[in-house]
């Protein structure tokens, strides 16, 4: 995977977080990075463009909280799986 891709799903990934933030379903970083399996110090890291998320981290963010795996690694369809 090149490294404007990796670095366009680290950009969808930080977005979540905000997205999920606003709408309150957590309530700050730190929950976020628990429920995703990430270190908090590593989510500056993230923000920063000096890291990417793992597979791990996106495999987290879409089984926990309903982040469409189309949304974060191709940046296509809705935010959130709906659920039918």
């Known amino acids: 995977?090149?490294?404007?891709?990796?670095?366009?799903?680290?950009?969808?990934?930080?977005?979540?977080?905000?997205?999920?933030?606003?709408?309150?379903?957590?309530?700050?970083?730190s929950e976020f990075c628990t429920r995703v399996h990430l270190f908090p110090q590593n989510f500056s890291v993230i923000e920063q463009g000096r890291m990417t998320c793992s597979l791990d981290n996106i495999y987290y963010l879409s089984t926990v909280f309903g982040v469409s795996l189309d949304w974060i690694i191709k940046g296509e369809g809705d935010f959130i799986i709906k659920k039918d």
């Open 1 to 29: 995977m090149g490294r404007k891709i990796k670095d366009e799903i680290a950009a969808r990934f930080i977005r979540a977080y905000r997205l999920l933030y606003l709408d309150g379903i957590v309530r700050n970083k």
